[in-house]
């Protein structure tokens, strides 16, 4: 079942991505320092690298995978080009890449929080489905929160559109995707998010 919410997330976004006009697809996105094509490519590159080279590059880094990301989706964005970028999103929609420890679960939660990153910087208006919301909702733990740097102190986030809360403390009411997008520690657009705290997570 969840294999099939990941295609699908796959497919509906690579979809948002052919319609982009040039200037969004150069547009940045809520991943601080990466434009759309750094996203994709982010988004992409476990289609296209073997074990053998994610070594590799990941020696190159000194071991550290986020350096790594950052090199990889840099180089990557800027060679390939548009229509390979969203060509392996597209064509690689069944493929069973899991992050180590995450299951699929956490390959959804990868899909569905880096499309959010594209689209709601862009303020496009897509609502992720319901369905895929509550797989990646559902499996948020303290953990994740702490690696995403989110400081939620005092705060307890509540979704309008979807039976969920997470935190204890002053009421922060979205979307249940622009909450998703705050506990990974992104700053939203103004005006998606209500409450007192919402100025520590909106972009000025």
């Known amino acids: 079942m969840i294999q099939d919410l990941i295609a699908a997330e796959r497919r509906e ?3 948002v991505l052919d319609e982009l006009a040039p200037a969004a697809w150069e547009s940045p996105t809520l991943c601080a320092g990466w434009r759309v094509p750094e996203v994709v490519a982010h988004m992409t590159m476990p289609f296209r690298f073997s074990t053998g080279r994610f070594v590799r590059e990941l020696v190159k880094s000194a071991g ?13 964005g800027a060679e390939l080009s548009r229509e390979a970028l969203i060509a392996s999103l597209r064509d ?26 594209i689209t709601t910087a862009l303020g496009l208006d897509r609502r992720v489905p319901p369905e895929r919301l509550e797989v990646v909702l559902g499996g948020v ?10 400081d939620l102190t005092g705060v307890c986030l509540r ?12 009421p922060l009411t ?4 622009d909450l998703l997008l705050v506990l990974c520690n992104r700053c ?8 007192e705290p919402s100025a520590r997570f909106t972009t000025v």
């Not at 690689?92 to 990153?117: K, M, R, T």
């Not at 939203?188 to 409450?195: K, S, T």
Request: net charge neutral; glycine share 14%; no cysteine.
């Open 64 to 76: 550290r995978f986020n350096r790594m990301a950052d090199r990889v989706a840099r180089q990557e």
């Open 159 to 170: 979704a309008d559109d979807l039976d969920w809360s997470y935190g204890t403390g002053t």
């Open 141 to 150: 733990k303290p953990k994740q929160v702490k690696y995403f740097g989110t």
């Open 188 to 195: 939203l657009p103004a005006g998606r998010l209500r409450g």
């Open 13 to 15: 976004l690579a979809a």
């Open 92 to 117: 690689n929609a069944d493929h069973p890449w899991q992050p180590p420890g995450g299951g699929p679960e956490g390959a959804l939660s990868h899909d569905v929080i880096h499309g959010l990153d």
């Open 174 to 177: 979205g979307l249940a995707q």
